[in-house]
C-alpha cells in the first residue's frame, strides 16, 4: 500500500473513533458498581429550597409544585421558591393561589422586567435565598419537571459528605402519548445521562449537572460567588466546571429520577439542541486552558473526560472526514476502497450492538418504551449498510435477486455509483436531518418523523452541532429560547 492510500484508509476509519470511545465510555460504566460515591453518604436532610425560573409556565407549575410538595422529605426542610420573570399568562394568578394555600412553603418571586435569560432569573432567587442562613441547600430546576417521592432524598445524602458541591440526578423523557421523536429523547437519555454520567462519576468529574436537576450545597453557591454567569447559554456546564475547579466534587445520583416534557417535533428539538450545542462551543472555549492538561487537582484534564467530550463535540468532523477519504479512495483505488468501508461498518456495527445493548439492559423501563427508536437510532440507510458489511453474501444475493426482479444488468459502472453513494451517506446523511426540520417546519410532522428514522437520530443531533459550528462562525446573536411545554408529562413505571 502506497502511502496515500495508507493516509487515506487511515482517515476513513477516523470515522469510527467517536464509536470506540463511546465503547469505552459504556465500559466504564461497569465500574460505577466499585467506584462510587455511595460509601461517603449519611442521612443528610438539609433545609432545602426548591428554585424554579418561570416564564409563562402556567401550564406546568401547579403539578410541578404538588409533587414537590408530596415529596418523602420533611416538610418544615422544604420551600419551593418561583421566580416569575414577567410572565404574561396565569402563572402569575396560579403562583398567588399556591402560595395562598401553602403559606410559608411556596414563595413567589416576581420579576416586574423579564427576559434577561434562565441564569438572570435563577441569580435573582438566588439573591433572597442567600439573603438569610435558613438555607443550606438548593435544588434548581425547571418548571415542567416532576420528582419520584424519593429523589430528593436521594440526592441530599451526599451533601453528608462536606467535599461534594452539587449533586445531579437523572432526568427521564416522561412525555405522554409523545411522538417518536419523544422516544428517541428518551433512549437518547439513557446515553447521555445513565451511562454516560456513570462514567464520568467512574472518573470522579461529571460533565454537567443537568439544568433541570442540580442540588447545591450552600457553601458551594457561596463559593460561587452567590451568582450563575450570565454571558452564557450553558451555564448549568460552566457552573458545574467552575464548582469542580474549585476542589468541590459534582455526583450523579443514578437512582434520583425526575421526569420531564422533551420536545415532540423535530424544529422544537433542533432549537434546544441547538441552544445546548452553541452553549458547548462556549465552554469549550471559555475552558480551553484545561482540555488534556491533566494534574490541575481536577479531572476535567484527564485524557479521559478529554476523549468523552471531544468526541460528541466533533462527531460531524470525523463523519467528514471520513465520507471526504472514501471517496478520494474510490478515485485512487475502487478495490480497497470497498475493503475499507467494509472495515468501517464492521466496526460500526460492533459498536452499536455493543452500546445499544447495554443501554436497553442499563434501564428496561425504557428499553420497554423506545426499543424500536434504539435499532433505528443510526438510520434505516445505516443499518442497511451495516447488514451489507457484516453479511456481504446474503447482501449481495439480495441486490441481484433485486436486480434480476427488476431486469436491470447491473454492470461495474452500476456498482462504482453505488458505492460513491454510500460513501457520501457517511456525511451526507447530515443533510437528512436539515431535510426533516424544513419538512416539519411546512407542517409535514409525520413525514419529518419518517425521514428521521430512514437518516437516523444519531445524525439529526450531529446535524444541529453542524447548524451550532456555522452560527458560532458568523458569531449569530445568542438567543435563550424557551421550549414550549403542555404539562402532558407523567411519571411512568
Given at each position: 500500500m502506497d502511502p496515500l492510500t495508507a493516509v487515506l484508509t487511515g482517515l476513513a476509519l477516523?470515522?469510527?473513533?467517536?464509536?470506540?470511545?463511546?465503547?469505552?465510555?459504556?465500559?466504564?460504566?461497569?465500574?460505577?458498581?466499585f467506584r462510587n460515591h455511595y460509601r461517603e453518604v449519611g442521612d443528610a436532610l438539609p433545609r432545602t429550597a426548591v428554585l424554579i425560573p418561570a416564564w409563562n409556565e402556567g401550564a406546568v407549575l401547579a403539578t410541578t409544585v404538588r409533587h414537590l410538595l408530596d415529596l418523602d422529605y420533611p416538610a418544615e426542610r422544604l420551600r419551593v421558591y418561583v421566580v416569575d420573570d414577567a410572565s404574561t399568562d396565569g402563572t402569575p394568578a396560579l403562583l398567588a393561589e399556591l402560595a395562598g394555600r401553602h403559606p410559608g412553603r411556596v414563595v413567589h418571586l416576581r420579576r416586574d422586567h423579564g427576559g434577561e435569560g434562565k441564569a438572570a432569573t435563577l441569580n435573582h432567587g438566588l439573591r433572597r435565598l442567600l439573603a438569610d442562613d435558613w438555607m443550606e441547600a438548593t435544588l434548581v430546576m425547571d418548571a415542567d419537571v416532576v420528582y419520584e417521592p424519593d429523589a430528593l432524598r436521594k440526592m441530599t445524602r451526599?451533601?453528608?459528605?462536606?467535599?461534594?458541591?452539587?449533586?445531579?440526578?437523572?432526568?427521564?423523557?416522561?412525555s405522554r402519548p409523545g411522538t417518536s421523536i419523544n422516544r428517541f429523547v428518551a433512549y437518547e437519555y439513557v446515553h447521555a445521562q445513565a451511562a454516560a454520567r456513570r462514567a464520568q462519576d467512574v472518573l470522579g468529574t461529571v460533565a454537567c449537572l443537568a439544568g433541570g436537576a442540580q442540588l447545591h450545597a450552600r457553601a458551594n453557591l457561596e463559593a460561587l460567588g452567590g451568582r450563575l454567569v450570565t454571558d452564557t447559554l450553558a451555564e448549568d456546564t460552566v457552573t458545574?466546571?467552575?464548582?469542580?475547579?474549585?476542589?468541590?466534587?459534582?455526583?450523579?445520583?443514578?437512582?434520583?429520577?425526575?421526569?420531564?416534557?422533551?420536545?415532540?417535533?423535530?424544529?422544537?428539538?433542533?432549537?434546544?439542541?441547538?441552544?445546548?450545542?452553541?452553549?458547548?462551543?462556549?465552554?469549550?472555549?471559555?475552558?480551553?486552558?484545561?482540555?488534556?492538561?491533566?494534574?490541575?487537582?481536577?479531572g476535567l484534564g484527564g485524557v479521559s473526560f478529554g476523549l468523552f467530550w471531544f468526541a460528541t463535540l466533533l462527531l460531524?468532523?470525523?463523519?467528514?472526514?471520513?465520507?471526504?477519504?472514501?471517496?478520494?479512495?474510490?478515485?485512487?483505488?475502487?478495490?480497497?476502497?470497498?475493503?475499507?468501508?467494509?472495515?468501517?461498518?464492521?466496526v460500526t456495527a460492533l459498536a452499536w450492538v455493543f452500546i445499544t445493548a447495554f443501554a436497553l439492559l442499563l434501564d428496561p423501563a425504557t428499553a420497554r418504551r423506545t426499543w424500536r427508536q434504539a435499532l433505528a437510532f443510526p438510520g434505516v440507510m445505516s443499518l442497511a449498510f451495516i447488514v451489507a458489511a457484516c453479511a456481504p453474501r446474503p447482501a449481495v444475493a439480495v441486490r441481484d435477486g433485486l436486480t434480476d426482479l427488476v431486469g436491470i444488468d447491473l454492470t461495474s459502472g452500476h456498482?462504482?455509483?453505488?458505492?460513491?453513494?454510500?460513501?457520501?451517506?457517511?456525511?451526507?446523511?447530515?443533510?437528512?436531518?436539515?431535510?426533516?426540520?424544513?419538512?416539519?417546519?411546512?407542517?409535514?410532522?409525520?413525514?419529518?418523523?419518517?425521514?428521521?428514522?430512514?437518516?437516523?437520530?444519531?445524525?439529526?443531533?450531529?446535524?444541529?452541532?453542524?447548524?451550532?459550528?456555522?452560527?458560532?462562525?458568523?458569531?449569530?446573536?445568542?438567543r435563550w429560547e424557551k421550549t414550549e411545554k403542555s404539562g402532558a408529562v407523567a411519571i411512568r413505571s
Open positions: 477516523l470515522g469510527a473513533l467517536p464509536l470506540a470511545v463511546g465503547v469505552y465510555q459504556f465500559a466504564l460504566v461497569g465500574a460505577h458498581r451526599h451533601l453528608a459528605d462536606p467535599r461534594v458541591g452539587a449533586v445531579t440526578a437523572y432526568i427521564k423523557e416522561g458545574t466546571f467552575i464548582t469542580q475547579m474549585g476542589g468541590r466534587r459534582v455526583v450523579f445520583e443514578p437512582d434520583a429520577v425526575a421526569w420531564a416534557e422533551e420536545p415532540a417535533t423535530v424544529d422544537a428539538l433542533w432549537r434546544q439542541r441547538l441552544r445546548w450545542a452553541r452553549g458547548n462551543l462556549d465552554v469549550t472555549r471559555r475552558f480551553r486552558h484545561v482540555w488534556f492538561r491533566p494534574g490541575q487537582g481536577h460531524p468532523v470525523f463523519m467528514v472526514v471520513s465520507s471526504a477519504a472514501l471517496v478520494a479512495l474510490w478515485v485512487r483505488d475502487f478495490e480497497e476502497s470497498q475493503e475499507v468501508f467494509r472495515r468501517l461498518w464492521i456498482v462504482r455509483a453505488v458505492m460513491l453513494v454510500a460513501y457520501v451517506w457517511v456525511a451526507g446523511c447530515l443533510l437528512v436531518g436539515w431535510l426533516a426540520r424544513a419538512v416539519d417546519r411546512r407542517g409535514a410532522g409525520r413525514l419529518a418523523r419518517v425521514i428521521v428514522y430512514v437518516g437516523g437520530f444519531g445524525p439529526l443531533l450531529c446535524s444541529i452541532t453542524v447548524d451550532a459550528y456555522l452560527k458560532e462562525a458568523r458569531h449569530a446573536q445568542q
